[in-house]
């Protein structure tokens, strides 16, 4: 089975990205709400030493990242594509980083309701963009440091925002998992999925993230016909956590959320795919 070139429905993307944006709103909202909010901003994340608040203040700066820079001028940067954004935004971390502790000290400092408020208007500006004349351009360019993406591509990267950076919000609540949008989740997991085959070229292994993505990876002897030698096996959310790091290797063996079959089934060596 030879890996194909994926692509991406624009239309159902903007659907996709509206929907996980509106279950992050409604979280946000509920959070501020909580008579409890004040502790609930303060708690820890597992991102480093980032709290809730930080991470909010970062989510809110994603959402609202391409209505924000939609009219900025082009400097003719290198097109990039999906999959290069993937193995490129993680050397972009310190930035990022710096860029939430400003927004959180800036913007998010305030009471419960302020940052509720300060989410709102972000996740507004992302709703009028994708249901206004703009979006309906996917070719559009759009710049960002590592390169020049049509806007159709740049509206999947929020999707994969919006859908990692939920459930480290629900991780970071404790109040199970976050309930994503479907269509984004599967966006997600298939983008993580045709990115790790491109980073780890060849056809060794088969990864298997039922029911949005199956493709082969790693070098060794390709399987063409029967059951293949060498199965990785994990659900969208264990994969989408493996491929950012979010959960090891050998902890999501342990507690069966992957499953792994085979001498070169071991891909701990090959992960994060998005750092």
Known sequence: MANRTRTYDPVKV???LAAQTEALRAAVRALCADPAAERLLA???RLGTWTVRELLAHLALQVGWVPRHLDQPLEGRQPLGLAQWVAGVGGLAPLLDGAAREHAARAFEGPPAQVAEE???EADALRDLLTGPAAADPARRFEIRLGSMTLADMLVTRLVETVVHADDLADALGRGDFPHD???LAA????LADSFAE???GGAVELRVPPFAVVQAVEGPR???GTPPNVVEAGPLAWIRLATGRLDWA???EEGAVSASGERSDLSAHLPVLG
């Open 43 to 45: 708690a820890p994340t």
């Open 223 to 225: 399987h063409t016909r």
């Open 14 to 16: 903007r659907a996709a």
């Open 251 to 253: 902890t999501a063996v």
């Open 199 to 201: 980073q780890v070229p």
């Open 119 to 121: 989410f709102e208007r």
């Open 182 to 184: 479907r269509q984004a």
């Open 188 to 191: 997600v997991a298939r983008l």
